[in-house]
């Protein structure tokens, strides 16, 4: 039986074909180039590390804390280990199924008749009469068999659903991944909204001090007969518009650190948390863009839906392969015997072989709707490939585009800002000389808190605009790459690209 058995097997390797559609690439429908951002071709980093752009030590501490603790990233964690198990599952099927059982059956033998009479039956206490006829008793029969059975994959079926499942497992990685970049920008992004939230209040704050001044020199004024009422009143606007905004960007102060809290998933202390957005300024490095558009495949959402392109085209076997036969084989050796003591003495061996196929003839049209069902999938799985290209290669031309001219913009917020700063002062000693009115004084404080903020914002947009990029080419990611392994097996390799 073993050799039969080792002789299918070899047959079976031999002549097992696969119906599974060969998977090709899409080309990408992007241009082959991306724009270089105002900054000239530069080669794109093979594996660019969030430390490598991110050189804020308070940050560094934040980003890792989020990465051990942040529950939706133990949520991705838990998707790839579940698809993990399928495989399993899936490759389990492609292997006989060993089963072992032992068992006692136990029946009335009262209404039996014999041939011979005063012999006991089985291992029962009752006789027979002199006519065979049984006087009751009671029958016993042990068994203790091995049973396998082997669904035959002539057709590549059950390889086919083992290579779907298999993809499905790298795409659910490839996700993981995709969450753990959006942790990484989303910690930075809010790091970076709190510092600058920090500056708003600080120019807030400045103004409404100064405003306050200015009111007190107006009521002064005032009281001496020198200054009209309107002079009082243009001052109090200046100082409630500080005061408003004060009390409203202290709330988003504290908003922004929650939102940071909840990120990292844990409490944050005072010493981790930024001053303003100037302190930040040379702890963002560039982030090398290179021009070859092919860099986009490495990005983890890319990677996911070209992952879930192959499971589909795999799924396209299965379905085709539901149109041939099923082969199972089923195999049983074991001993029987109504005495224990003699379960396992030769005599009691038992076996049998039973190979079994079945060939759908009518299912309705079952078969063909999964097969075109199969196929629509497929079809879907290669429009989302394709609009996943398509929307990182937006993601990084509009992060290019900002990048070539966000230095001309804050170098402009950052001269309009010291403009306004010595308009303001010059403005506050001629009317404190009585030259000018304090109309003046009142469209220089204005002018001066307005390129204040404006440049906390020029800032931000800049520093964001980084972490953009870093997270729109795929941040510190890999390529997996999956080739056909020995026996139509999949084999992954990781390269750095």
């Not at 057709?155 to 959006?182: H, K, P």
Request: glycine share 8%; proline share 4%.
């Amino acid at each position: 039986m073993i050799r039969r058995a080792a002789l299918l097997l070899a047959m079976t390797a031999l002549t097992a074909c696969s119906f599974e559609p060969a998977y090709r690439r899409p080309a990408p429908a992007v241009p082959a180039a991306l724009p270089d951002g105002g900054q000239g071709a530069q080669p794109a980093a093979a594996a660019l590390s969030y430390r490598d752009v991110f050189r804020d030590p308070r940050l560094i501490t934040l980003i890792d804390r989020a990465l051990a603790n942040n529950q939706d990233l133990k949520a991705a964690l838990a998707n790839v280990q579940s698809a993990r198990a399928l495989v399993t599952v899936a490759r389990a099927d492609l292997l006989p199924q060993l089963d072992g059982s032992a068992g006692l059956t136990t029946g009335d033998s009262s209404n039996e008749t014999r041939g011979n009479t005063g012999i006991p039956n089985g291992t029962g206490t009752g006789t027979t009469n002199g006519n065979g006829a049984s006087t009751g008793g009671r029958r016993s029969t042990y068994n203790a068999d091995l049973g396998v059975s082997w669904e035959i994959d002539l057709f590549g079926r059950l390889r086919s659903l083992n290579n779907a499942a298999f993809n499905d497992y790298l795409g659910s990685e490839a996700a993981q991944r995709g969450a753990r970049l959006s942790l990484v920008a989303g910690v930075a992004n809010a790091y970076l909204t709190l510092a600058a939230d920090r500056s708003l209040l600080a120019a807030a704050i400045e103004t409404r001090t100064s405003a306050a001044k200015s009111v007190e020199l107006t009521q002064a004024l005032l009281r001496g007969g020198v200054s009209p009422r309107t002079d009082l009143r243009q001052a109090e606007t200046i100082l409630a518009q500080a005061e408003a905004d004060q009390a409203s960007l202290e709330t988003a102060v504290a908003q922004d650190r929650n939102a940071l809290q909840l990120l990292v998933g844990a409490p944050v202390e005072d010493a981790l948390l930024p001053t303003s957005i100037e302190s930040l300024d040379g702890q963002l490095a560039e982030v090398p863009a290179g021009l070859d558009s092919s860099i986009l495949l490495r990005r983890p959402d890319v990677v996911e839906a070209e992952y879930g392109l192959r499971a589909a085209n795999a799924r396209i076997g299965a379905a085709r392969s539901a149109f041939f036969p099923q082969i199972g084989l089923t195999g049983l050796a074991g001993f029987a015997s109504s005495a224990l003591s003699n379960l396992f003495q030769g005599s009691a061996f038992t076996w049998s072989v039973a190979p079994s196929a079945s060939l759908p003839i009518f299912d309705g049209g079952r078969n063909l709707g999964n097969l075109r069902y199969s196929r629509a999938q497929r079809d879907l799985a290669l429009a989302t490939y394709q609009k996943a290209i398509q929307s990182a290669f937006r993601d990084v031309a509009d992060a290019l585009a900002r990048r070539a001219t966000i230095d001309r913009q804050v170098d402009a917020s950052t001269r309009l800002d010291a403009s306004a700063r010595d308009s303001l002062f010059l403005v506050d000693a001629r009317y404190r000389e009585g030259i000018d009115p304090y109309l003046n004084m009142l469209d220089a404080q204005r002018t001066a808190y307005s390129a204040a903020r404006t440049l906390a914002s020029a800032r931000l947009i800049k520093a964001q605009n980084l972490v953009t990029l870093y997270q729109a080419l795929g941040g510190d990611q890999l390529i997996d790459t999956v080739t056909p392994g020995p026996g139509g097996n999949r084999a992954r390799s990781v390269d750095a690209q």
